[in-house]
C-alpha cells in the first residue's frame, strides 16, 4: 500500500481538498492508497476545512466535511512514502523539519503533472485563502491527482 500524505500552509483548504480528490480517484481506479493531509502551521489545528473549500469540492461531489486540520510531524516523514508539497514554501517547510534518516519522498505536487496543463508553468498550487479562486485551485488538484493516479499505475522501475 502506497502512502500519501498533502502538505499545505494550515490545512483547510489546499491539502484537505487534495486528500478528498485522490481519494475518490484512487478508490475509482482500485487502488489502494492510505491518503491524509497536513500542514506546516498550527493555528487550525482541530478546525474543518474553511466553508468556501467544502462548498467547492461538494458541487463537484468530494466530501471535506469529516477532515479535520493538522500539523505536520516528524512522524509523518515515516508514515508516510511520499509527501507532496501544494507549492514551494510548504516544500522548503517539510524539508526543513525532515528528520535524519527519514524515508519518506518529498515533492512538489504539480512536478507529478507530465503534460503541459494549468498551473504546469508555476508548479505551485495557489492558496484559495488569499486568491478567493476555489474552483481554479480544485482543477489543479484535480489535475494533478489525475497524475499522480497514472504514476502510480506505471510499473516500478
Known sequence: MTRVLFLCLGNICRSPTAEAVLRRMAEEA????????CGT???HKGEPPDRRAIAAAARR???????????????DFTRFDLILAMDR??????????PDGAGARV?????LIDEK???????DVPDPW?????????????????????RLAQPAQ
Open 30 to 37: 482500485g487502488h489502494d492508497l492510505a491518503i491524509d493531509s
Open 41 to 43: 502551521g498550527d493555528w
Open 61 to 75: 461531489g468530494y466530501d471535506l466535511t469529516p477532515l479535520r486540520a493538522r500539523q505536520l510531524t516528524p512522524e
Open 89 to 98: 514554501s510548504n516544500l522548503r517547510g517539510a524539508e526543513a523539519r525532515r
Open 107 to 111: 515533492e512538489l505536487f504539480l512536478s
Open 117 to 123: 496543463g494549468p498551473g504546469a508553468k508555476s508548479m
Open 130 to 150: 488569499y486568491t478567493g479562486d476555489f474552483d481554479g485551485t480544485l482543477d489543479l488538484i484535480e489535475t494533478g491527482c489525475r497524475a499522480l493516479i497514472r
